[in-house]
């Protein structure tokens, strides 16, 4: 069973790994023995994170990436196989919530969140599968929300919940289309996750009841919690799984 999970000695890439969900995969899949890059706007962040899973053993180095600017991702992808020669699992998690603007968010602001949480994930997956095609198998998995499947509630703004919704769509299309050569296309959808981006809500009274009385389970989930979902979409534990959206919520879309 310890080998159906296995990532070791695989070329990992995760996006939006300066903090957050995307520093956890990034440790995680270190410590599980995969070769790890870890791409991101904030390079001294992304330089800090790589120098101290490095000295705990990982394998694991820095290229700064903006996914809103397409031809940066072509070069991400690019220089990982000039450096590691191959890629087998892609995490397109680099992905932006902004402020509430009300009900009439700004069409300016709509379209910079397209660029980062729709373009952004469509060019990463892409850029990757030119290399994973070549080489006949691959995983990628590219992040959702539960607010790409239900609505949400005023909190998040239209933008972000078309987007992510879009991911959905965009995972099955890409999953069809690549499944015959080997690549595989999953999504995960996390509950509410704290992380940087959203304790400004989480951390005040207000945020924290009002998503423990929507969570059957009754609280906001630990960004461990999404450790098992990843390694299983990334490793050959999935290995008949494609378009699959696997949504890690505490129960918050059964209600």
């Known amino acids: ?33 995969a070769r790890v890059v870890v791409a991101a706007r904030r390079q001294d ?3 800090s ?3 101290e899973l490095s000295q705990r053993g990982g394998d694991v180095i820095a290229m700064p990436c903006d996914v809103s600017e397409p031809q940066e991702v072509e070069r991400l992808l690019s220089d990982v196989v000039k450096h590691h020669g191959r890629i087998d699992v892609m995490i397109n998690n680099a992905g932006v919530a902004p402020p509430d603007e009300g009900d009439l968010e700004t069409v300016a ?9 729709l373009i952004g994930v469509y060019a990463g997956a892409r850029a990757a599968a030119v290399q994973m095609l070549k080489q006949g198998r691959g995983a990628i998995i590219n992040m959702s929300s539960i607010s790409g499947l239900v609505a949400g509630e005023g909190i998040d703004t ?5 987007t992510k ?15 015959p050569d080997g690549v595989r296309v999953n999504a995960i959808a996390p509950g509410w996750i704290r992380t940087e981006m959203n304790a400004w809500y989480l951390d005040t009274d ?12 009754g609280r906001a989930g630990s960004v461990s919690e999404l450790d098992g979902a990843m390694l299983f979409l990334a490793s050959d534990a999935s290995s008949y799984v494609t378009g699959h959206t696997l949504v890690v919520d505490g129960g918050w879309v059964a209600r």
Not at 22 to 28: P, S, T
Not at 109 to 117: I, L, P, S
Not at 207 to 214: D, I, K, L, P, Q
């Open 45 to 47: 962040r992304l330089e």
């Open 165 to 179: 919704g879009a991911v959905v769509s965009l995972t099955r299309e890409l999953a069809v289309r690549w499944a």
């Open 49 to 51: 994170l790589a120098v």
């Open 206 to 217: 207000d945020g924290r009841s009002w998503v423990e009385a929507r969570t059957p389970m």
């Open 1 to 33: 069973m310890h080998d159906l999970f296995s990532v070791d000695g695989r070329v990992a890439v995760v996006t939006g790994a300066s903090s957050g969900i995307g520093a956890r995969y990034a440790a995680v899949l270190a410590d599980a023995g």
């Open 158 to 162: 239209p933008s972000y919940i078309a």
């Open 109 to 117: 602001g709509f379209q910079d969140v397209v660029a980062v949480n």
